[in-house]
Each structure stands twice: as C-alpha cells, then as structure tokens.
C-alpha cells in the first residue's frame, strides 16, 4: 500500500478542508475503501478518518417529522432502531439486515454503502485493462464474463450499482445533505448518482472535498408500506444479483401511490415509473405483479451471460409487491 497522511478530524470543517487538499479521499468505517487500496486501485496521499466525528454525524432521530439518518450511522443500528420498525420503512429496515455478515452490519456506514465502488471484477483488478478503471479502451465485461453485470441503463460500461440501501431510500424519497467549503447543500438522492453512467465519469455525483453528513426520509403518508427482495448466488453473505425495492400507499384494498425501483442490475439504481404508474388506482393481484414485473424489466437487453437476471429479476419484483401489499 502506498505511504499516505492520516488525518483524524475533530470537526466537521476540519474534516471538510482537509478533504479539499487534492489526492485526498475520505474515509467512513473503510470496509471498501481499505480494499481498493490493498489491490492498488485507489492510491491517495491523504485519508481523511470521518468515524471521529460520529457524535455529530452518526444516529438517528426523527426531525420535524421527517427520519435524519446520520452518514455514519451503521447499517446494525438502522437494522435495529425503533423508528425503522414500521411497514412503511419494513423495505429499508429489511435492505440493511440482508446486507453482508453481522460483523460488516456493524462497521459498515449508510453514506459508505451508497457510494460503495462497483464489484465488477474487471476494474476491481488492476491485471485488468478496464475502461472504467481508466486502464484500456473498452468495458471487458461486455464481451467478457458477465453473469452478474448490467441488464438496463447501460452505455458504454456494464457495471451494476452494489448497494444494498439504494432502492429503498429512493423508494422512500429520500435526500441527502453534504457539505462543501462549508455550505450545506440538500438533494434528492436520484442527484447522487449520475444520469448517464458512463464509463468515465464517477459512479457518483459528489464534487472533489464533498462530504455526506446525512440522510432525509420524508414524512410517509397513512397506508404507505414497503418491502425489498433481492436475489443471490449464495445464501450467506454476498452482493445481490437482482433486486428491488417497492413502497405502496394504500387506500382500503386500493393502491392509492406505487414506487419500484430495481437495484443490481444497472450501472446507477433504477427507479421504475412507468411500472408504478400502472399498480395506482388498482387492487393487489398476481395478474398485476406479473405485469408491472414485466414493466419493470421493459428494454432491458442482456449480456451474454446473465439473461437469468430477467426471469430472476422480474421473480423478486412479484415478491417484492406480494410482501409490501401483504
Ligand atoms: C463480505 C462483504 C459482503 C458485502 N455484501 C454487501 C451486500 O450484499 N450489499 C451491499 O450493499 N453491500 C455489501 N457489502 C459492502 C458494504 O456494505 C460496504 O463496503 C460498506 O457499507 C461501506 O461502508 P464503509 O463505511 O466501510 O465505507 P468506506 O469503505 O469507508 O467508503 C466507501 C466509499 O464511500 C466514500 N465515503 C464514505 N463515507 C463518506 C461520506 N460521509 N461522505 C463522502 N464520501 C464518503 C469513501 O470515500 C469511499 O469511496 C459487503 C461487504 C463485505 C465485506
């Protein structure tokens, strides 16, 4: 591992002008972070430990109505914590508890789960002459070994986005606040991950020093339920292959709102609404999961080895639905 400064903060502008000095990266618990850097993929001269300011940045607490989820809160507490045990936050609540082993649930942090690097394994080794991982011309995964690569949404890099929490929170309408040079900006969470996913560009929107402090869960209204399915290769410990996220506001026995939002399959986090649209105004049925499951899955292509992820994928949003309309 190269050489690199250490820098324990004991605010959060210390913390945002050291991460403002160039080569610099921070650090939540560095379950993924520390990876990169032992394989050699990421080099910084600085790091930049935010897991000292956890009083201020870890938790959390409900704010004028809404849910503030602290960036370093860990995936165990929001896997715990009374405020998430409800069915309108079931999808979140669950996304957290399926994610890894105890012992990750218990280090890893919600910000660092988000913006978690892909586990494509072509730019997750440097042998590789990647194009994401700035190493070649081309995506090796498209003609390569693709079985748990892109299937929607992809340009020139068929990467899928790992984390486990994404699909929920966007199902929620979450935000997220950062701070920069110290200001504090607040956006929906769709902004945090880019629009075209290139190759090129980062798997996140954040500027070089940009620092989440938090997550926002907005009020949800009466009848509003949510779940999270996913599929994988192994039962123990592992990333999914498929998932999704859904949350239904229900009105008696009728579908009064409906967000789908399909993780692990897409070089960003899918939201579906074009598949939602059609669940608003109608009673649950399998008819209507299998149609909006189909929906969810429209356009999608896929590689040369991994068409199992639609009849797989479009399985877990039957279930995903069945479990939140339950
Ligand atoms: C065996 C194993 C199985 C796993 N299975 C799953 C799974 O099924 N699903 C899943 O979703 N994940 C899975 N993970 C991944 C795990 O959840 C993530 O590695 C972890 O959440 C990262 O959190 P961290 O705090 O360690 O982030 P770090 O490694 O510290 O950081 C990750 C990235 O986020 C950036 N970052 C961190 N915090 C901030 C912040 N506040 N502001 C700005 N940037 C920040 C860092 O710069 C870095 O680039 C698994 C991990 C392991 C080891």
Redesign the pocket.
Known sequence: MKPFTYVMPTTLAEAGEAAKKPDT???????????RMKERLQTPSQIVN?LPLKTE?AGIAVENGELRIG??TT?TQLEQHPALANRALEGLRHSAA????PQ?RH???V???L???TRCWYVRSEAHRCLHGGRGPTCLAMTGDNRYHSVLGWMDCVRVH????APPLLALGAEYS?VLDGKVRRRKLSDLFPSEPRAQLAEHT?EHG????ALHIPVQPEGARSSYCES?EKLS????TTACAVRLVMSGDTIAAADVVLGAVSPVPRPRPDAAKVLVGKKPSDDLWKKVAELAYAGAVPLSHNAYKLTVGKAIVREALEQAAR
């Open positions: 990266i921070v650090k939540g618990a560095g379950l993924d972070l520390v990876d935010l940045m960036a370093l995936l399926s994610t890894a082993t990750v280090r890893a942090t910000a660092g789960n913006l978690q690097f790992p984390s486990n929490l950062t954040l940009e620092i989440v402090t994988r410990h592992d990333w999914a």
